[in-house]
């Protein structure tokens, strides 16, 4: 269902102009759509990603310290211009800064289901599956699984997915059998899933993110439940090797000093899906965070994946202490993407021509 919430109509700002005041200003602008992402230059702020400014309006957030409200393009003025009267009144001049103040864009706003709470009595709280591989029924529950026995999940170990709301908006499910139906399901907008961070919990996945200042981007729920039991809980799972605009909104919010892409590592395959998803992601990341903030670290050989290797008892915390070589590490990614250039956008091939010719 689809509701258009129509706002108070006013003149819209040039996006040419906005840009040449905050190019002027100092702000190094990260285009991203509708919006650039820049730094705080009004406290010195050196997260590329910590404001989003609209393009059309000026309307800017400050995620790391704005608590995600929408304010004027006069306060961001105000604030960076706060020693610069002069300069401040001129450039208020060339703008209707009260169009500015209250115009608010219209919104498309999807509606998304939202599931009742009382869904989850229909599951069994049946932990065999998971216990057999080394998962402890303590982590079973924090994850709120269990065992369908009929409907569209019939046969599969079902985990609710929870909004910022503490809402269930949709389920994914795990075969229990060898049966020729695929191994996982979805039900919900799968994209719009930020897994398992919003898990309703005293300690919830969001707070280990924010006090951690790291987080492990991962392909599966069972990846997810072996890092959580081995007490490596800052984990995101992307249900493949995609990361979504909405996983990357989520990681922009917050001030990280890492992010670890730990997706599968397929190397006894003709094709290393895990790896060549790791790249991607390295790069589609690198448009948003400095690349020192980025870090790919595959599953040890010769584990395909966390799962696996937290089954065969191997020892996350000491994988998660190795030191890697970041440089060599970027390097080796820009290289891959110069001989690849199909598997990659084009403006992402031309970003890392032009690193490698500086």
């Known amino acids: 269902m689809k509701v258009e919430q129509q706002k108070k109509s006013q003149t819209l700002i040039s996006s040419d102009v906005l840009r040449g005041i905050l190019d002027k200003l100092g702000y190094n602008l990260l285009d991203c759509g509708n919006h650039w992402r820049t730094n705080a230059l009004f406290r010195n702020g050196d997260n ?7 393009k059309n309006t000026g309307v800017w957030i400050d995620y790391t310290h704005g608590n995600n409200k929408s304010r004027p393009f006069e306060a ?6 706060k020693d610069d009267k002069k300069q401040l009144q001129e450039i208020l001049k060339s703008l209707d800064s009260e169009e500015v103040k209250d115009y608010k864009p219209k919104e498309l706003i999807e509606m998304e289901k939202i599931y009742p709470e009382s869904s989850l009595k229909r599951l069994f709280p049946n932990y065999h599956f998971y216990n057999q591989r080394k998962i402890s029924e303590e982590t079973q529950k924090f994850f709120r ?10 046969r599969r170990m079902v ?10 908006i949709g389920f994914s499910g795990r075969r229990v059998d060898e049966g020729s139906y695929s191994k996982w399901k979805h039900i919900g907008r799968k994209k719009r899933w930020i897994y398992p961070c919003h898990i309703p919990a005293e300690e919830s996945i969001d707070q280990v993110i924010d006090e ?27 249900f493949g090797t995609s990361v ?9 919010s917050k001030d990280l000093k890492k992010i670890y892409i730990s997706t599968n590592n397929d190397f006894d395959s003709s094709k290393n899906n895990g790896l060549i998803g790791a790249f991607q992601a390295y790069m589609k990341l690198g448009d948003f965070f400095n690349l020192d903030q980025l870090e790919i670290r595959l599953p040890p050989k010769p ?52 690193i490698l010719n500086e």
């Not at 699984?145 to 019939?154: A, D, F, N, T």
């Not at 070589?325 to 992402?348: A, G, M």
Request: charged share 15%.
């Open 159 to 168: 985990f609710p997915i929870y909004n910022e709301h503490s809402q269930i």
């Open 244 to 252: 979504s605009s909405y996983v990357i909104n989520y990681l922009c």
């Open 303 to 354: 584990f395909n994946d966390f799962g696996k290797a937290h089954e065969e008892d191997y020892n996350l915390k000491q994988w998660q202490l190795r030191e890697i070589n970041t440089e060599e590490q970027t390097n080796y990614i820009f290289s891959y993407v110069k001989n690849h250039p199909s598997l990659f956008t084009k403006k992402q091939v031309q970003k890392v021509l032009k």
């Open 212 to 238: 951690s200042e790291s987080v492990y981007i991962v392909e599966s729920i069972g990846d997810a439940m072996a890092f959580y039991e081995q007490g490596i809980k800052n984990v995101i799972c992307i």
């Open 48 to 54: 590329p990603t910590a404001i989003q400014i609209y």
């Open 145 to 154: 699984v269990g065992l369908s026995g009929s409907g569209q999940m019939y």
């Open 76 to 81: 961001l003025l105000q604030l960076t211009l």
